[in-house]
């Protein structure tokens, strides 16, 4: 597991609602090493957002082992699952998910909050440097409605980061964005693996996905692809 960030060894999800089953993840297995960056794509119902939500931990399996670094987080109760997804995920959601009456600077900080290992000077670094690798830091007493989107997103993204997390989760980042900023997010995101980031992005977008250095295709719960990607960044990029 030392060069792995994720291993998922046969992972099912049954949802159970009356009588009905619903298998939206099937014994699914899958390596992701430290550094990598990794687009999940499929049709609306493949399960690819289910399978974002168990590797932020989010949601558990039903059946098949996870290991996140070094934690077995199959089996671990709330509060542990609390405290890992805190410190060693970051989430980047395709509606943002600022909070309205914060500014940038205190949506940035607030999962720092939490965390006990950081005091309030620590934290205001973290903030800071994350806000400077979005270049957002002239926006910092600004409030999401006085943000453009993809202004809003950059300020999403700092908040991922700043916890220096060993893996970013990006579900659909450019989906409520304008093509100017979706190519600037994707950007963004270019420049933070270059940096030795971990991204698992889910997006529908196949030029999005091009910018990995794999895809994963999921249908029916199922990963039915798994490849380098064809094009390189800067083909992308022309």
Same mark, same amino acid.
């Given at each position: 597991?030392? #060069?792995?960030?994720i291993?998922?060894?046969?992972?099912?999800?049954?949802?159970?609602? #009356?009588?009905?089953?619903t298998h939206?993840?099937?014994?699914?297995?899958?390596?992701?090493?430290?550094q990598?960056?990794?687009?999940?794509?499929?049709?609306?119902?493949?399960?690819?957002?289910?399978?974002?939500?168990v590797?932020?931990?989010?949601?558990?399996?039903?059946d098949?082992?996870?290991?996140?670094?070094?934690?077995?987080?199959?089996?671990?109760?709330?509060?542990?699952?609390?405290?890992?997804?805190?410190?060693?995920?970051?989430y980047?959601?395709?509606s943002?998910?600022?909070i309205?009456?914060?500014?940038?600077?205190?949506?940035?900080?607030?999962p720092?909050?939490y965390?006990?290992?950081?005091?309030?000077s620590?934290?205001?670094?973290?903030?800071?440097?994350?806000?400077?690798?979005?270049?957002?830091?002239h926006?910092?007493?600004?409030?999401?409605?006085?943000?453009s989107?993809?202004?809003q997103?950059?300020?999403?993204i700092?908040?991922?980061?700043?916890?220096?997390p060993?893996?970013?989760l990006?579900?659909?980042?450019?989906?409520?964005?304008?093509?100017?900023?979706?190519?600037?997010?994707?950007?963004?995101?270019? #420049?933070?693996?270059?940096?030795?980031a971990?991204?698992?992005?889910?997006?529908h977008?196949?030029?999005?996905?091009?910018?990995a250095?794999?895809?994963i295709?999921?249908?029916?719960g199922?990963?039915?692809?798994d490849?380098?990607?064809?094009l390189?960044?800067?083909?992308?990029?022309?």
């Open positions: 597991m030392s #060069d792995l960030i291993k998922l060894d046969n992972m099912s999800k049954v949802f159970f609602a #009356d009588d009905i089953e939206a993840l099937n014994k699914i297995s899958l390596e992701v090493a430290k990598e960056y990794i687009a999940i794509s499929g049709p609306s119902g493949s399960g690819k957002s289910t399978l974002l939500s590797l932020g931990l989010l949601d558990t399996a039903t098949g082992h996870y290991h996140l670094a070094d934690h077995l987080v199959s089996n671990i109760n709330k509060t542990e699952r609390a405290r890992i997804r805190n410190r060693e995920i970051g980047i959601f395709q943002f998910n600022l309205s009456d914060l500014t940038v600077e205190e949506n940035v900080e607030l720092l909050t965390r006990t290992d950081l005091n309030k620590q934290r205001k670094d973290k903030v800071t440097n994350a806000l400077k690798k979005v270049n957002m830091l926006r910092v007493s600004h409030y999401p409605s006085q943000l989107g993809g202004q997103q950059r300020v999403a700092a908040r991922a980061i700043a916890g220096d060993k893996l970013i990006a579900d659909e980042p450019t989906g409520n964005l304008d093509s100017k900023n979706a190519h600037d997010v994707l950007q963004l995101l270019d #420049d933070l693996h270059r940096d030795g971990t991204i698992c992005m889910v997006t977008d196949p030029r999005s996905a091009q910018r250095q794999r895809n295709k999921v249908l029916d199922r990963i039915v692809l490849q380098p990607t064809t390189n960044n800067e083909a992308v990029n022309a």
